[in-house]
């Protein structure tokens, strides 16, 4: 009898890690434009591995919103969600905060000194709160001059993050000239499609997502 108790605790599978990820970021965040309406962040999420771990994640998205308000309401929204009772589990997850940039600070009068502190701001109070982060950048348009100000921007944000150590995927540069990525924002009136938003995923995926986690990247 003792050795058949020894064997069956032998065979049960130990505590599971519980990470709880929230994501922050614009239109592009919910998909919009997607025929499959998974945008990259469901991508992303559906090539996670989930064995020996519960993993939650919840996307908190606002249209055509800057860093002076997603600095201004994040907390508000996404440490509540952190907070909440795990659905199934007593323990308190691991909290996983992903902010997803834009452009939009161009349209505004907001400079690109005041971007960074916003950023900074909210990467400070995330590490305050026992957060850690992962920054995707903004990703290129089709117009060239205005990429050119993009570049400027996603340079600053990347210092941002790194002088933190946090995360930071830059989607600006693989795709500035990237001709799958401008010929589905050609077809799709300025906004990813099908295969943008897979484009952004495989960034998100292989520019530091699993090592974020703390998870084995699968084998291909």
Same mark, same amino acid.
């Given at each position: 009898?003792?050795?058949?108790?020894?064997?069956?605790?032998? @065979?049960?599978?130990? +505590?599971? &890690?519980? *990470?709880?990820?929230?994501?922050?970021?614009?239109? %592009?965040? $919910?998909?919009?434009?997607?025929?499959?309406?998974?945008?990259?962040?469901?991508?992303?999420?559906?090539?996670?591995?989930?064995?020996?771990?519960?993993?939650?994640?919840?996307?908190?998205?606002?249209?055509?919103?800057?860093?002076?308000?997603?600095?201004?309401?994040?907390?508000?929204?996404?440490?509540?969600?952190?907070?909440?009772?795990?659905?199934? @589990?007593?323990?308190? +997850?691991? &909290?996983? *905060?992903?902010?997803?940039?834009?452009?939009?600070? %161009?349209? $505004?009068?907001?400079?690109?000194?005041?971007?960074?502190?916003?950023?900074?701001?909210?990467?400070?109070?995330?590490?305050?709160?026992?957060?850690?982060?992962?920054?995707?950048?903004?990703?290129?348009?089709?117009?060239?001059?205005?990429?050119?100000?993009?570049?400027?921007?996603?340079?600053?944000?990347?210092?941002?993050?790194?002088?933190?150590?946090?995360?930071?995927?830059?989607?600006?540069?693989? *795709?500035?000239?990237?001709?799958?990525?401008?010929?589905?924002?050609?077809?799709?009136?300025?906004?990813?499609?099908?295969?943008?938003?897979?484009?952004?995923?495989?960034?998100?995926?292989?520019?530091?997502?699993?090592?974020?986690?703390?998870?084995?990247?699968?084998?291909?």
């Amino acid at each position: 009898m003792e050795e058949s108790t020894q064997d069956l605790r032998a @065979s049960m599978p130990g +505590p599971r &890690r519980h *990470l709880r990820i929230v994501a922050l970021g614009d239109e %592009l965040l $919910s998909g919009v434009g997607d025929p499959r309406a998974l945008g990259w962040l469901g991508r992303v999420i559906s090539k996670t591995p989930i064995e020996g771990i519960a993993l939650e994640h919840y996307a908190l998205a606002m249209p055509g919103e800057g860093t002076e308000a997603l600095s201004e309401r994040w907390q508000q929204e996404a440490v509540p969600r952190f907070e909440a009772p795990s659905p199934g @589990s007593a323990e308190a +997850p691991e &909290r996983c *905060l992903v902010v997803a940039l834009n452009d939009k600070d %161009l349209y $505004s009068a907001t400079s690109s000194a005041r971007s960074r502190l916003n950023l900074a701001n909210i990467l400070d109070r995330a590490s305050q709160e026992g957060i850690r982060c992962l920054v995707l950048g903004p990703v290129p348009t089709l117009d060239t001059e205005r990429n050119q100000r993009i570049s400027e921007l996603n340079a600053a944000y990347r210092d941002v993050a790194s002088r933190r150590s946090h995360v930071y995927v830059d989607a600006y540069t693989p *795709l500035v000239s990237h001709e799958q990525w401008r010929s589905d924002l050609a077809a799709n009136g300025g906004l990813p499609g099908q295969a943008g938003y897979g484009l952004m995923a495989w960034l998100v995926l292989h520019r530091g997502w699993y090592q974020w986690l703390g998870l084995q990247e699968p084998v291909a």
